[in-house]
């Protein structure tokens, strides 16, 4: 069996920060301690000096889609591609979701979204299930599903166009059936009546270009659907989870809803605390569409007092990447392809922006970006800690390594990213999962389907 000793790296975890050295054997930590004599390394074992650098446990993007076929596209990220630029930021483990199909049970449509990534993924997975109706036979669906080691469920309130949205007057049975299964649900939160209300008024424009997304999706559609969704759940006594939470007015509906007794999980990712909207007016703007839209500064800002008053919970990325020219296909800010690259500059936003610019420290970060998600959803503590004798999946993070983020440096088979120009301060150098070195300055040295897929346990983390 392989060993690795990193040395003299500044541990994170939630609790504290200790300069220590760390033994991994094999795919698991095995000793951590003050220091190893040379007598106490093992034979063969590959050291790496660490002094200054930070050692975090593997970061978890807990929101991706990669290789998602949708809207008669494919995202152009795979689960290879998007695997391998995530290793390049110090991301170990994703966890990707599951579309419903008719004539598929939700385990068999699982099953085959398990099959997609696996041979491909150079990092550990887990899924979420998408429900986007209900039909009879739907409760033994969910305990087979809960019986493949899938504990969380997504839904939409929006997308009824496109088949995503699960009707309103479904939410309670889907409700009541995952609070009996105890599987979570995880929620895109937009009010679809109020966008399309809103829709039906500028149908006759001729042009709808970026900026007119904001517009169409204003803060308030958010706000909604969460008041809606956090009342429901209230009411049968359940947590939820909202994901890409993006606005002022969102945030408000989540401090409303915790007011009144109820439970919210609440993510955010990063393009809506360092974007905002003014982008949809330049150039190429089409490469920064995405769905909730980019916000006003009011709304960054919320979002970055959220994080530091502890009333979010975690940050993933949404990463669904398309190149340019799939972007710019279209004007027309319903038509162009939702989303962008994310998951490779999740770690060195957050630290330079986060913890760097004093919202929180970085213990703090390590709890929003791996420690929590894999409490949320079920994968801890064998990822997102540093416990002796869970997988080995860590990063060396070099906090002095100055970055300016540039399109070329990006390993996203989008080609962009919609962080060019950002000035960073701290960087990840090395990415090891389960003891393998994947990444080290800059260089890939996985393989690709490496990775395996993660049953979850049910979710130990409740803000309740
Ligand atoms: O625009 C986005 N976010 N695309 C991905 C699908 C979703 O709504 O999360
Ligand atoms: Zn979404
Ligand atoms: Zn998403």
Redesign the pocket.
């Given at each position: 069996m392989g060993s690795l000793l990193i040395k003299n790296g500044r541990l994170v975890t939630v609790e504290q920060v200790q300069q220590k050295d760390l033994l991994v054997v094999g795919e698991k930590i095995k000793e951590i301690k003050d220091s190893f004599t040379a007598e106490e390394i093992p034979a063969g074992c590959t050291v790496i000096e660490a002094e200054g650098k930070y050692v975090f446990p593997g970061i978890i993007d807990a929101?991706t889609?990669y290789f998602?076929q949708?809207r008669n596209s494919t995202t152009a990220d795979d689960f290879y591609t998007g695997s391998v630029s995530a290793a390049f930021g110090g991301v170990t483990s994703f966890i990707d979701?599951a579309g419903q199909f008719t004539g598929l049970t939700l385990a068999e449509a699982n099953q085959r979204r398990r099959e997609q990534a696996e041979g491909e993924t150079v990092l550990d997975f887990s899924l979420h299930q998408c429900v986007y109706s209900l039909h009879p036979g739907i409760k033994d669906e969910l305990a087979e599903l809960k019986q493949s080691s899938i504990n969380n469920l997504k839904i939409?309130t929006?997308?009824r166009k496109e088949g995503?949205m699960l009707a309103e007057e479904s939410w309670e049975e889907l409700f009541r059936l995952a609070r009996e299964l105890k599987l979570l649900i995880t929620v895109?939160a937009e009010d679809n009546q109020l966008i399309e209300e809103i829709w039906a008024g500028h149908q006759s424009r001729t042009e709808v270009p970026p900026h007119f997304h904001p517009i169409l999706r204003p803060p308030q559609t958010e706000y909604r659907a969460i008041i809606k969704l956090g009342r429901l759940a209230g009411q049968l006594k359940m947590p939820i989870y909202i994901?890409?939470l993006s606005s002022r007015e969102g945030y408000q509906a989540v401090k409303e809803i915790r007011a009144s007794g109820g439970r919210l999980i609440v993510e955010t990712v990063p393009h809506y605390l360092l974007l905002n909207k003014d982008l949809l007016q330049e150039r190429q703007a089409q490469k920064y569409?995405?769905?909730?839209p980019l916000r006003e500064e009011a709304d960054r800002q919320a979002l970055w007092q959220g994080l530091q008053e502890k009333g979010i919970d975690l940050i993933a990325t949404?990463h669904?990447s398309f190149t340019v020219e799939q972007k710019l296909r279209s004007n027309h800010c319903r038509e162009i392809?939702?989303?962008?690259p994310g998951s490779e500059t999740l770690l060195p936003l957050i630290f330079s922006k986060g913890v760097r610019a004093g919202y929180f420290d970085v213990r703090r970060m390590v709890d929003l970006l791996s420690t929590r998600p894999a409490k949320v959803f079920g994968l801890y503590p064998e990822k997102g800690s540093l416990q002796v004798g869970t997988d080995a999946d860590l990063v060396v993070f070099d906090p002095k390594k100055e970055v300016r983020l540039a399109d070329a440096q990006q390993h996203s088979a989008a080609g962009y990213t919609p962080y060019t120009g950002i000035e960073l301060q701290g960087y990840p150098l090395i990415t090891i999962v389960r003891g393998k070195v994947i990444i080290k300055d800059g260089n890939f040295y996985g393989k690709r389907g490496s990775g395996q897929f993660l049953p979850a346990q049910e979710s130990s983390f409740d803000q309740g």
């Open positions: 929101h889609h998602l949708s979701y939409f929006t997308y995503y895109h994901v890409h569409i995405m769905t909730p949404d669904c392809l939702p989303g962008i």
